[in-house]
């Protein structure tokens, strides 16, 4: 940098004052950015200062900001509320004999906390769902039954099973004396029904040949429509009643003893609950042989 000097740097007297020397340019300069030194100084002196102030000023909240406690508070002071309530509705009139005893007040005698209604509640409210569904069972006299009928109930279907040795002759389809009288017990119960009845038949898998029967698949067809038949008769409705023969295509027992055999050849009047998208008619048979 080239110091400043003054216009008289040559002359003579400024010489000899002094004031013209480089020396003397060299402390002017050196005043001279003291000078600025301390200026910048105090200039980065009131900048911190304001930075330091800013970060300490309090900026005054909302009044809806002041108040957000407040409705913190009053929501877990009612969920305390409420959970009182639900422990006075428990303890039930006990409370109110307490206050009595307490307080001396005369109550009134019909004062007191209403019990809690259990159809309300979760469990209630699936003991509802489950009371919707049609009980197969309702409304049917079973205790009329004999004990010659058995009772299986499913879950859609309740079955009454009937040996065969009880309804008819061996090798034979005419229903016998005493299986009239075994049928007879059923009528009442079969009336008090509006279910659809599949009477099915079935055999052991001895095979028959006859004139009449050549196959079980006959049998055990003959043997379903005789009981619908004696069913249609004592009057219970013809576009209820359906008759199918499986032969011995559905054993509940082992053909291999006589026991197995005998449990084997049965009738079954099977009650059906009919689907929401099934038709009470025109239904398919599932399957065997039907008169």
């Given at each position: 940098?080239?110091?400043?000097?003054?216009?008289?740097?040559?002359?003579?007297?400024?010489?000899?004052?002094?004031?013209?020397?480089?020396?003397?340019?060299?402390?002017?300069?050196?005043?001279?950015?003291?000078?600025?030194?301390?200026?910048?100084?105090?200039?980065?002196?009131?900048?911190?200062?304001?930075?330091?102030?800013?970060?300490?000023?309090?900026?005054?909240?909302?009044?809806?900001?002041?108040?957000?406690?407040?409705?913190?508070?009053?929501?877990?002071?009612?969920?305390?509320?409420?959970?009182?309530?639900?422990?006075?509705?428990?303890?039930?009139?006990?409370?109110?004999?307490?206050?009595?005893?307490?307080?001396?007040?005369?109550?009134?005698?019909?004062?007191?906390?209403?019990?809690?209604?259990?159809?309300?509640?979760?469990?209630?409210?699936?003991?509802?769902?489950?009371?919707?569904?049609?009980?197969?069972?309702?409304?049917?006299?079973?205790?009329?039954?004999?004990?010659?009928?058995?009772?299986?109930?499913?879950?859609?279907?309740?079955?009454?099973?009937?040996?065969?040795?009880?309804?008819?002759?061996?090798?034979?389809?005419?229903?016998?004396?005493?299986?009239?009288?075994?049928?007879?017990?059923?009528?009442?119960?079969?009336?008090?029904?509006?279910?659809?009845?599949?009477?099915?038949?079935?055999?052991?898998s001895v095979p028959i040949r006859s004139v009449r029967f050549p196959s079980n698949w006959e049998?055990?067809?003959?043997?379903?429509?005789?009981?619908?038949?004696?069913?249609?008769?004592?009057?219970?409705?013809?576009?209820?009643?359906?008759?199918?023969?499986?032969?011995?295509?559905?054993?509940?027992?082992?053909?291999?003893?006589?026991?197995?055999?005998?449990?084997?050849?049965?009738?079954?009047?099977?009650?059906?609950?009919?689907?929401?998208?099934?038709?009470?008619?025109?239904?398919?048979?599932?399957?065997?042989?039907?008169?």
């Open positions: 940098m080239t110091p400043d000097y003054p216009d008289n740097a040559g002359n003579g007297q400024g010489g000899a004052a002094g004031n013209g020397t480089p020396l003397a340019a060299v402390a002017r300069r050196i005043k001279k950015l003291e000078n600025e030194l301390k200026e910048a100084r105090e200039a980065l002196n009131r900048t911190g200062s304001g930075k330091q102030k800013k970060q300490w000023e309090f900026t005054p909240q909302s009044s809806e900001e002041e108040e957000s406690w407040l409705t913190t508070y009053l929501d877990v002071m009612t969920l305390l509320l409420v959970m009182l309530v639900v422990m006075l509705a428990f303890a039930g009139n006990g409370v109110v004999d307490a206050i009595r005893e307490r307080t001396g007040t005369n109550l009134p005698s019909g004062a007191g906390f209403l019990p809690a209604d259990p159809g309300l509640s979760p469990l209630g409210l699936m003991a509802r769902t489950d009371a919707d569904a049609p009980d197969p069972l309702e409304g049917l006299p079973l205790d009329q039954l004999g004990k010659d009928i058995d009772v299986i109930v499913n879950e859609q279907t309740v079955s009454f099973r009937i040996n065969s040795e009880i309804l008819f002759s061996s090798g034979q389809a005419d229903l016998s004396l005493e299986g009239l009288s075994v049928l007879k017990q059923l009528i009442k119960v079969l009336q008090a029904s509006k279910h659809e009845i599949t009477v099915a038949g079935h055999t052991d049998l055990s067809g003959s043997r379903a429509g005789s009981v619908v038949r004696y069913l249609e008769a004592n009057g219970i409705a013809s576009n209820r009643l359906r008759a199918v023969g499986y032969a011995d295509t559905k054993p509940i027992a082992e053909n291999s003893s006589a026991e197995g055999r005998a449990s084997n050849r049965r009738v079954e009047l099977i009650l059906e609950t009919p689907k929401p998208d099934a038709t009470t008619s025109g239904s398919s048979n599932p399957g065997g042989t039907t008169n």
